[in-house]
């Protein structure tokens, strides 16, 4: 009887495998304890490139959920037929920044002084061209996540390519693996400035000056995310994409870097 009552006593909650693009990741921790004080059970988060993780999805890794940082790799899933059914749903929209190092940002002789008093303003808005001026001013290198893996680094790309900077800047661009990898990379110094997702700026940008980039700068950034066929959590997975979707979720995106979603682009399970 003990023994009995000992194991019941110690019985573990519930668990809920998360493949999390890494430009998100920093939301997800925020969000964490809300939902796992309404669900009763734990998130395990394993965060990466959606690209990296897809990958690994299509190669067997148990997972319940991936949440990818674009739409195209939950349809890929979904059309292997790897998918719960209509589960794939848009559960954000991305936006990027522009990082900058202190040390730069404070030089008056570079010009990045002038970003530093924009900063200082909430509400400056980045034009496209000063956004040229400042990614095509001197030989500072430029930290942009891999496009063929991250979501946010290809978006970053084609916004450069757009503004005709890209075959100027090539040559300085240091690509990392995810967002955040590009982060730590900054933080290393081994880039001067960084197209991160703003998600993360906002998480982890202390250490330089950053500025939001209007999403009509660069390719709409849609965030979906998919039920896995294997997974043995559907409910707890459905709850989790509610929860998400959900208005009060959607209303604390803004200031965890998000846009939130269109409602035309929600559809109910």
């Given at each position: ?16 495998r ?6 998100f ?19 395990k ?31 890929l ?72 893996l991250?979501p ?6 084609r916004m ?9 800047l ?13 982060q ?19 998480a ?24 896995l ?11 989790l ?22 409602p ?6």
């Amino acid at each position: 009887m003990l023994l009995l009552l000992g194991s019941c006593g110690s019985r573990q909650p519930p668990e809920l495998r998360l493949a999390v693009d890494a430009g998100f990741q920093p939301a997800v921790e925020a969000l964490r304890e809300s939902f796992e004080s309404r669900c009763g059970c734990r998130l395990k988060i394993t965060a990466g490139a959606s690209g990296l993780l897809y990958s690994q999805i299509r190669a067997g890794e148990p997972f319940d959920l991936f949440l990818s940082a674009d739409s195209a790799r939950p349809v890929l899933l979904e059309k292997a037929g790897l998918t719960v059914a209509a589960s794939r749903q848009t559960y954000a929209r991305g936006q990027l920044a522009l990082w900058v190092n202190r040390q730069i940002s404070a030089d008056k002789s570079s010009g990045f002084s002038t970003l530093t008093a924009n900063l200082a303003r909430n509400d400056a808005t980045l034009t496209p061209r000063q956004l040229i001026l400042l990614l095509g001013r001197g030989k500072h290198k430029l930290v942009v996540a891999d496009p063929q893996l991250a979501p946010d680094g290809d978006a970053a790309v084609r916004m450069l390519k757009k503004l005709r900077l890209w075959p100027r800047l090539r040559g300085r661009v240091v690509f990392a693996g995810h967002a955040g990898h590009a982060q730590i990379l900054l933080h290393q110094g081994q880039g001067d400035m960084g197209l991160i997702p703003y998600g993360q700026a906002l998480a982890t940008g202390r250490h330089g000056q950053f500025m939001r980039i209007p999403a009509h700068f660069h390719p709409p950034i849609h965030q979906q995310m998919v039920i896995l066929r294997n997974t043995r959590q559907r409910d707890l997975a459905i709850r989790l994409l509610q929860f998400l979707q959900s208005d009060e979720v959607q209303q604390q995106l803004g200031g965890l870097g998000f846009l939130r979603v269109d409602p035309a682009a929600k559809s109910a399970l």
